[in-house]
Each structure stands twice: as structure tokens, then as C-alpha cells.
């Protein structure tokens, strides 16, 4: 029991580094505060992959009460640990990708088109900004035949994230 | 209608379903992608920040060395007092009896082979623009012009007011840019985009414009050009780096050794004229305010308009323990008086003095001087040149003479130690007062002071210069003279502009990709009716737009991480101690955790090294590390010479900026060689000052080793190749010219 309890006490306290640094990172002002937009490259830094939904949830419970936008790490800290230890929004699997956008080709041609990927990204689900379509086609569009192969995709992703 | 059509419906509902889960898993997915991006962004750019400024931190230490070594060293032979000799009198002290004029550029032939840019005086618009587009096609203008244009420079400098009045009609614009840092490319970018200057058209540049860059040369050749040119609407403000003490360091002095290996020194000598001419601030409308650095919270704009700018020839210099004796002497009779104002740094900067610094040659008749010193070098050493020892004498009492002033002592004159320079035609002969230390720290706090957003006035001990300053003093300062802001560089800015203070300061970066292609834009300001600032930005490297955010990430990321390698192995020693301290049990593991601790202990960046732990640790099984191999493994990737005993390598490649700039003073006329004596010398002094622990047998060793030709000298370039020192002129892979340079 008390092995048990000192364990999770040096998770707690890594987490607890863990946390500082990446906040610290974003704290411009050296005043232990956040700009409130940029807690998602935070929380998403450190693990996690919510949804935009679950995003402003979060937010909501690490806001003033009177919304500054701004964060403070006091209020962040504790909220963010219990995240970690809870393993919330952990991310899926590349396999999981793989299939959402099979789903979203259904004719299995192993390409989505560009008018095709615009349209589900803008429309469906969380809808994507201008700004981040047009990142995404940057760098996901094959020039040549102006489609999507996704398969190839999702691996540049993934080996470029570790 | 029937079951069909609501399975057909269920089914479609069905689908519907999926394809919105699924959407919503990709853009979820796609989001936590770009976002740890941006979080490697961000750290880059820390990794960058961080570097250079400790870069600048060493710069002051350099020179805490020279303060250290003429307090306490005691010279034991013949060759080390000749040794420091050189180090500290040549600068000061005219060669031989051929006093070099700053006009003495007829004599230069240009041979008939030249193909270069020609210029003549008075010059005209098209002289200048031809001198853009001769360097625009990578000419160079020969020697014979430089010194020419530079002396036309300084005349019409001398003319101007320190602080510069402008005014703009309704439709005339002015365009603001920041930092260029030897970027011709941005130069001649701006110049496309904006149009070059003309009557209409006016420009300020913010200071800055040499160091670091390639073509830093070409950069000041063109400003002055336009400036004479165009007087009443070319504007120049100096920067921090407008200094030949830190161009020593930061490339410009390199620069110009390599490209006029005949004249460069005189160019050197004239550059160092020029610069402390240059205006302090430039005025638009009485309402914009354009300097380099920032304000504190003691700025006078009355003072800085009435001082002699020109007797800060460096911001940087020697302090001598005598002096800080003195200094707090007056002190603490001052303190009876005043009550203490902010922490505002003094012990780095001091009225410069054209005298030496307290020097083991000191042959004053004074004795009470002597008392401090434990040498006592006789009159008759080696000294041949007798002129030498009487302006040694001469300018030492000079020295004495403001340190007493400025004590606050009575003035003992001894009349006929001070008699005119009448064997000196250098501008400054004859003048016998020296800026004042508040003067001194107007003019500091103006090239080197950095916005902060907290309140307050504090030291800037980040640079060892100048101060942070905050809102509260920069809306003090705007409504003491009427102002409606404030407009400065000195700081890199991944936009290439930033707004603070509620707006009412803009930093201007005009120098993009400044760390690295893809680090960041540069930008310019116009200020159009009413001064309304219309900010413009680019980035000049083709190669960048075809890359992607990711990719342009990437590859600045590499190349912080690879400079972060490089300071984490000159430390190689020192971290293997912390990670010991963290391994009771001597297993030769350490948890990453530790690992994280121990680095931030040792290098003291302030990075987040947990978030760049797999970046910079590879090799690391169940969130232990063995720390061992990996320190192996970073020497692998930096060694190049194996026989060069590694922690020695490992000391010298942590002070080879240092020792690069040492190199440079002893070498003094320029020629890229010391001798391997006074290589040793070089290192014997450093080291004892560095607390470093190396023999003497070592350090010959060493010396040898790096006399490849064995005659006895080192070429320098030669020494500081062998640690993968030297600048190189094209990054790694990139075909097309790009001027891309490392920083140091």
C-alpha cells in the first residue's frame, strides 16, 4: 500500500514537470500565464489528443471565472495531472486513421480527391479552418495527380512525429 | 415508400454517421500533429534565443578576462610582458611614425584589371545604385573606394546632431528598418519591394547593419553611399553592433580581414571612426521616437541630445579593479546623500578611456600606483621605442586623472605630463575629457535595452548591457516629451515585427532566416499619414516557399538541435559529473528525469529539456539512460582529430569564440598567424583565469599538433578548422546561393 502510494507520487511529481516545462514554454510573459489558445498545443504536446469538443471543456474548467483570456498555471496544473494519470484523450493508432479514411473511400481506391478531402474536412466532424485546409493539402496533396493517398500519408505523419 | 426506403434511409443515416466519426478522428488526429509541430517550433526558436544570448553573456566574461588579467596577472619573462604588451597597446598607439590618416586613400591604386564598382565624389544617385546592383552581382568594391567612401562618411557624419530631426509632409513616406546583420539579400529585397530611397522616398535604418552576416562590407557601403547621396532623407542610427570591440567577436572584423587582406586593418581603423559618428536616435515629426536598443527609466533625451557621441567609441571595454575601487569609494560617500535608484548595472560598463587599462607597463613616476601591483617592471626593460613609453605614461595619467575626477578627488595636475598630442592627428587629439559615466549609460541604455512586460526598470543581465524596460516607463517616457511611441530593434522576432507596451512600442527585425532558412521573416515599417505604421514582411530564400510548414520546421529545428549538440558536448565533463551525482549506486543509469535536471544544472539554458529529451536522447530503454554512452556518443559526432587529448578539445571547443576573439587582438596586424608561443601564452593565461586544468606539457602538445606545416606558426583559420570553427559560406546541400551563415 504504501510502495503503491510513493509510486504514484513520483508519477505525480514528473507529471508535475512535465506540465511546468511545457506551460513554461508558452508563459511569454514569465508570469506563470497562458494565452488561452494556446492550451491546446499544450495539452496536445504532452500526450493527448482531444477533440475540439472535449478541448473547450477542459478550457471551461481551467478558465477564470470571469474569463481574462488568459490561463493561470496554478489552475492548470492540477486539472492537466489528473488528465495524465487518468489517461484521457489518449491518441489512436495509425491503423484507427487508416480506416477512418477508408471509410471516407468507400470505392477502396486508396485515394481521396482534393474536392473530396476539402469537403469532409470542412464539413463533417469538427470542420477544419481556411488556414488549417490549406496546410493540410500543402502537404498531403500529391501534385501530379492533385489526390490524397492516404496509406502513404498517415506514415509520413507518423515517422515524422517521432 | 415501404421498409425499403427506411432501410435505404437507416443506411444512409448509418454512413452519414460514419463519415462524420470519421472526419472528426483524422481532423482530431491532424490537430495533436500540428500541434506538437508548433511546440517543436517554439522550442527551436528557445534553443536559438537561448544560445545567443549566452553567446553575448561570454562576450562580457571575455572581457571581465582582460580586466582580471591586467589586475592580477604578473608577468614573469621578457616574452609574456612583451605579449601583453601587444595585446593592450595596439590599438591605441599609432605604428611606427607614419601616422595613419584617415584621408589616406589616394595613394591606393586601383590596377587597370579592376572590374569593380568606380566611384567618385561628389557622388550621385546612380553611383549608388550601381553599387547595389555591382553587389547584387557579388563584385567587390576595391579598397582604394571603401577608404574613399569612408571618409566622405565621416565628414558628413560629423556634421549631424545626435539625435535626428525629421519631418514628413502629408504624402512623403519614411520606411523603418531594423537589424540587417550583413543580409545584403534583404537589403537589396527591400530596396525591390519599397523602391530605393530618393526625395520622396526616405529611410532609417535602426543600427545593426554589421556582424554575423557575409556581406556586411557591402551593407554599410551601400547605406553610406545613399546617405550622401540623399542627406536630408537617408538616416543611419547606430546599433550595439556598430562597435569594433564586438565585431572582434561576432564576424565583421573577420569579414573585412578576408576580403581586403592589404588595407584591411586602415578599413578596420576608419570603420571604428565612422561608427562612433553615427547619430544615437533619429526623430519623426517630434513625435516617433526610432533608436536601437530601448529606454530606461533614466533616459534623458536632453542629455543624449547634448553629449559628445562620439567619445563612446565602444560600449564594451576594460574595467579595472582600480577602478571599481574608486567607484565604490565615491559611492559610499554618495550614498549619504541619495537614496538608491533601480538596480541599474554598472560594473561592466565605464566611460571609455582612450588611455590603457592598468597595464603591467604602467611607467608612471607615481608611486602610490604601484602599490596594488606586485610587479615592479623596471624603466629600462625592453622598450626601444621611447615614443611608446611616453604615450604609455601620458595616456596612464590621463586615465588616473578621470578616475580621481570622477572619485570626486581634488584635481592634481601634472602639467607636464599633459601636454597637447600634438604628434597625433587622430580627431580625439587634444581632447582631455572623457564622457561622463552617466553619459556612459544613456548612451548603453539606448543601443542595448530590451522591452519586458512587466513593469519596472531592471538590469539586463541577459546581455550584460543596458536594461529590461516596462510599460510603465515606456508611457513615462513617451509623455515626458510628447511622444506617440517608440520604435526599435535589436531583438529577432519570428514575424519580423512586434507590437508592445499597449502599441506604443514596435520592434523592427529586418534581417529574416537569421538563425537559420525557414527561422523566421524580416520585416520593414512605413509610417504613412498621421504616422499610422503599415508593417511590410518577407523572407528572402527561394528554397523556403517550396517547402512545406512541416518541412521548414524541420530544418531549422535540425540545425538548433545540432548547435544545442555542440554545446551539450563542450560541457561533455561537467555533465558527467551531475549525472554521478545522481547515480549513488554507480550503475551508470540515470533516470531521464535526472537526466533533465542535470543538463538544465550544467548548460543553464533555460530550456525545456524533458520536451526535447527525444530529440537529443536516443537511446534510452524503460526511462533510464545510460548516461555514459551517450556522452560517448555526442563526442563521436564532434571529434574530428583523435589525437588530441579529448577534455582539452572539449576546453577549448566550449572558448573557441573566446579564444577566437584573443586571437584576434594578438594578432595584431592582421596577418591570420601567431606565433606558437604566443598561442601558448594565449592558453597559459586564459586557463589560470578559466580555472582550468591543463599542463604545460599538454598545451605544447597541443600547439604543436596544430602547426600542420611546422614553421613554427599557427594560421588561425587553420586552428579553429580543426574544431569545424570556421564559417562556412554555404550551408550543407543547398545548391542555389544562399548566403545562409551560421551564428554564432
Partial sequence: MADEKEREEIIVAEFHKKIKEAFEVFDHESNNTVDVREIGTIVRSLGCCPSEGELHDLIAEVEEEEPTGYIRYEKFLPVMTKVLLEKRYRPVSEDVILRAFEVLDPAKRGFLTKEELIKYMTEEGEPFSQEEMEEMLSAAIDPESNVIHYKDYITMMVVDDN | ?744
Fill in chain 2, 1 to 744: 415508400m415501404g421498409s425499403g426506403t427506411s432501410t435505404q434511409h437507416h443506411f444512409a443515416f448509418q454512413n452519414a454517421e460514419k463519415a462524420f466519426k470519421a472526419a472528426a478522428l483524422i481532423q482530431r488526429w491532424y490537430r495533436r500533429y500540428m500541434a506538437r509541430l508548433e511546440m517543436r517550433r517554439r522550442c527551436t526558436w528557445s534553443i536559438f534565443q537561448s544560445i545567443e544570448y549566452a553567446g553575448q553573456q561570454d562576450q562580457v566574461k571575455l572581457h571581465d578576462f582582460f580586466t582580471y588579467l591586467v589586475d592580477h596577472f604578473t608577468p614573469s619573462s621578457h616574452s609574456e610582458r612583451d605579449f601583453l604588451n601587444r595585446m593592450f597597446t595596439e590599438e591605441r598607439v599609432p605604428q611606427d611614425s607614419q601616422l595613419e590618416e584617415c584621408g589616406d586613400y589616394e595613394s591606393i591604386e586601383v590596377p587597370a584589371s579592376y572590374t569593380g564598382p568606380r566611384l567618385s565624389f561628389p557622388l550621385l544617385p546612380d553611383h549608388a545604385t550601381a553599387l547595389v546592383e555591382a553587389f547584387r552581382l557579388k563584385q567587390q568594391l576595391h579598397a582604394r573606394y571603401v577608404l574613399n567612401l569612408l571618409y566622405e562618411t565621416k565628414k558628413h557624419l560629423v556634421q549631424l546632431p545626435n539625435i535626428i530631426r525629421v519631418s514628413t509632409c502629408y504624402n512623403e513616406e519614411i520606411t523603418v528598418c531594423g537589424d540587417l546583420h550583413g543580409q545584403l539579400d534583404d537589403l537589396i529585397f527591400i530596396f525591390y519591394k519599397n523602391g530605393l530611397p530618393s526625395p520622396e522616398r526616405a529611410y532609417v535604418f535602426n543600427g545593426d547593419f554589421v556582424d554575423r552576416g557575409q556581406y556586411s562590407v557591402e551593407i554599410l557601403m551601400v547605406l553610406f553611399a545613399f546617405m550622401l547621396v540623399y542627406p536630408k532623407e537617408f538616416h543611419l542610427n547606430r546599433g550595439n553592433h556598430e562597435d569594433h570591440m564586438v565585431n572582434l567577436r561576432y564576424g565583421f572584423t573577420k569579414e573585412v580581414m578576408h576580403k581586403y587582406k592589404i588595407h584591411g586593418k586602415k578599413i578596420l581603423r576608419t570603420l571604428r571612426d565612422v561608427f562612433r559618428w553615427l547619430p544615437l536616435a533619429t526623430l519623426v515629426d517630434e513625435k516617433v521616437l526610432i533608436l536601437h536598443g530601448g529606454v530606461s527609466d533614466t533616459t534623458d533625451l536632453e542629455l543624449l541630445a547634448k553629449l559628445d557621441r562620439h567619445k563612446v567609441v565602444s560600449t564594451l571595454r576594460y574595467k579595472t579593479r582600480k577602478e571599481s575601487e574608486k567607484e565604490k569609494q565615491a559611492e559610499e560617500k554618495r550614498k549619504d546623500n541619495q537614496t538608491s535608484t533601480a538596480e541599474i548595472p554598472t560594473p561592466w560598463f565605464l566611460p571609455q578611456s582612450r588611455s590603457l587599462p592598468s597595464s603591467p607597463l604602467r611607467l608612471s613616476s607615481d608611486k602610490a600606483h604601484k602599490a596594488g601591483r606586485s610587479s615592479s617592471i623596471p624603466i629600462s626593460v625592453h622598450l626601444d621605442r621611447k615614443e611608446l613609453s611616453r604615450q604609455v605614461r601620458r595616456s596612464v595619467d590621463l586615465e588616473l586623472e578621470q578616475c580621481r575626477l570622477q572619485a570626486g578627488f581634488a584635481e592634481v595636475r601634472e602639467k607636464k605630463e599633459l601636454s597637447p598630442f600634438t604628434s597625433e592627428t587622430d580627431s580625439e587629439a587634444g581632447e582631455l575629457l572623457e564622457p561622463t559615466q552617466e553619459e556612459w549609460r544613456q548612451v548603453v541604455d539606448i543601443l542595448w535595452s530590451d522591452p519586458m512586460v512587466q513593469e519596472g526598470c531592471k538590469a539586463n543581465t541577459v546581455r550584460g548591457g543596458g536594461c529590461y524596460f516596462g510599460p510603465d516607463v515606456t508611457e513615462q517616457l513617451l509623455q515626458k516629451y510628447n511622444l506617440q511611441f517608440l520604435i526599435r530593434s535589436h531583438e529577432c522576432k519570428p514575424e519580423g515585427y512586434e507590437f508592445c507596451h499597449n502599441r506604443k512600442v514596435l520592434t523592427i527585425f529586418s534581417a529574416s532566416n537569421y538563425y537559420e532558412i525557414g527561422s523566421n521573416r524580416g520585416a520593414y515599417v512605413k509610417l504613412g499619414p498621421a504616422l499610422m505604421p503599415h508593417i511590410v514582411q518577407y523572407q528572402t530564400n527561394k528554397a523556403t516557399h517550396t517547402l512545406t510548414m512541416r518541412q521548414r520546421i524541420s530544418r531549422v529545428e535540425e540545425s538548433a538541435l545540432r548547435a544545442l549538440r555542440e554545446k551539450l558536448f563542450a560541457h561533455s565533463s561537467d555533465l558527467l559529473g551531475e549525472f554521478k551525482k545522481h547515480d549513488a549506486d554507480k550503475t551508470g543509469l540515470i533516470s531521464l528525469s535526472d537526466w533533465a535536471a542535470a543538463v538544465e544544472c550544467v548548460l543553464r539554458l533555460g530550456l525545456p529539456w524533458r520536451v526535447l529529451r527525444p530529440q537529443l536522447v536516443n537511446s534510452s530503454t524503460d526511462n533510464v539512460l545510460d548516461y555514459k554512452s551517450w556522452l560517448e556518443d555526442l563526442a563521436k559526432k564532434q571529434l574530428s582529430r583523435e589525437n588530441i587529448q579529448s577534455s582539452l578539445l572539449e576546453t577549448l571547443y566550449r572558448n573557441r569564440y573566446d579564444l577566437e576573439t584573443i586571437f584576434r587582438i594578438i594578432d595584431s596586424d592582421h596577418s591570420g598567424f601567431i606565433s606558437l608561443d604566443e598561442f601558448r601564452q594565449t592558453w597559459k593565461l586564459f586557463s589560470s583565469h578559466m580555472n582550468v586544468d591543463v599542463t604545460d606539457d599538454c598545451i605544447y602538445d597541443l600547439a604543436r599538433s596544430i602547426d600542420f606545416n611546422k614553421d613554427g606558426q599557427i594560421d588561425i583559420n587553420e586552428f579553429l578548422e580543426a574544431f569545424r570553427l570556421v564559417e562556412q559560406s554555404c550551408s550543407e546541400g543547398d545548391g542555389a546561393d544562399c548566403p545562409a551563415s551560421h551564428k554564432h
